[in-house]
């Protein structure tokens, strides 16, 4: 990296620092901390031990958040001297605050009521045959590595694999600050152009993906999702593994259908029965919430699995071939390092779509 270069991107951190500032409310920020330390402080708190972690995570959360935030101007300083001494090692000092600070920025921009917790991400191929479940794993992968990247909590809950490569499906829990904020922005359609690696003439192919982005609702209140014991058909059967991992012998796969609506929940990962029924509830909430949702909301196609998982619909493609693109659809986001964004590194074009949608 060169200093004209490390000059430009401190720039860009003083400028989204004085936004930054400017959008945060470090009064509230603090008051939140004092609560939780009382609510921390409370003898009765472990009288509900889930209850008790929930509380737990929020005062590690905001403790930690309000501390680097104030750190944040002396390290501002700490890396601009850095940058302007002779021979010093500045680009790791300088990559890490920028990471930081694009954290915080991002969170400006989070406004939906789930926003702050975890998300169901579900990958489906779609149009293209063996090349779509291809692609399906290679957006699983690129998905597993971004959430790694931002110190998220991966489950692979479903992992159906193809006949012939790739998977039909994957169902992702991701656990972290803003998960479901930030993976949200990757609902819809993806397309991937490429030569094919399935087609003995060297043919190009273009496939398809479906992602359906689900906030995890486990602290739900009875006014916003109530479930019907009676509503609900729960079947119990015995796994057949999670594609590729060691199969489950034991009958602790579970299967929720809510009549009223015919959604369907199966869970067949290697967990106790008990543990597959909870999880399936709380997907099934999660799907009667997005439900509730699209009947206030005009935008129904661009997050549900009854978008057309085909041409015409997709909201980023990834090219391979003739040349190398990554577009954005939503934000007109480009770049032509494909492999970049497949590995996982999907701030840059993440941003960009909440940048382009706080404009509307």
């Known amino acids: 990296m060169t200093l004209d270069q490390a000059q430009h991107i401190l720039s860009e951190i ?3 620092w004085q936004q930054i500032e400017l959008g945060i409310d470090f009064d509230k920020l603090k008051q939140d901390l004092n609560l939780y330390v009382k609510e ?3 003898p009765s708190l472990w009288d509900n031990p889930e209850q008790a972690q929930i509380i737990l995570k929020k005062l590690s959360h905001t403790q930690k958040k309000l501390q680097d935030l104030e750190n944040i101007p002396e390290s501002i300083e700490f890396t601009e001297q850095l940058i302007l001494e002779p021979d010093t090692d500045f680009e790791s000092e300088l990559k890490n605050l920028e990471k930081q600070i694009n954290t915080y920025w991002q969170e400006m921009f989070f406004d939906e009521k789930y926003d702050e917790g975890n998300a169901l991400v579900f990958i489906q191929a779609g149009a293209g045959g063996v090349d779509a479940q291809d692609f399906a794993e290679i957006i ?3 998905y597993i590595a971004y959430g790694k990247s931002r110190n998220f909590e991966i489950d692979v809950i479903e992992y159906i694999q193809g006949q012939e490569a790739g998977i039909k499906r994957s169902l992702l829990q991701i656990k972290g600050q803003y998960a479901y904020g930030i993976f949200r922005q990757e609902r819809g359609v993806h397309r991937l152009v490429r030569v094919s690696p399935f087609n003995a003439a060297g043919l190009r192919h273009t496939s398809f993906v479906m992602v359906q982005v689900l906030p995890e609702i486990d602290e739900i209140s ?5 479930v019907n014991p009676n509503d609900i058909k729960v079947d119990v059967y015995r796994s057949q593994g999670a594609g590729g991992q060691s199969v489950n012998t034991t009958d602790s796969a579970v299967r929720i259908t809510h009549i ?4 369907v929940v199966a ?3 290697e967990r106790s029965q008990l543990q597959n029924k909870a999880l399936a509830m709380n997907i099934l909430k999660s799907k009667l919430w997005e439900l509730r949702q699209s009947e206030h909301k005009q935008e129904l196609q661009s997050h549900t699995e009854d978008v057309s998982i085909s041409w015409g619909n997709h909201i980023r493609s990834y090219v391979m071939n003739p040349y190398k693109l990554v577009k954005d659809q939503r934000s007109g986001f480009e770049t032509t390092d494909v492999d970049k964004i497949l590995s996982g590194d999907l701030d840059e074009i993440i941003t960009s779509v909440l940048i382009k949608k706080d404009k509307h």
């Open 14 to 16: 003083k400028e989204k």
């Open 40 to 42: 921390s402080e409370n």
């Open 140 to 142: 699983t992968k690129m």
């Open 222 to 226: 009875s006014s916003d999702i109530v």
């Open 260 to 263: 009223p609506t015919g959604i």
């Open 267 to 269: 869970i067949q990962t």
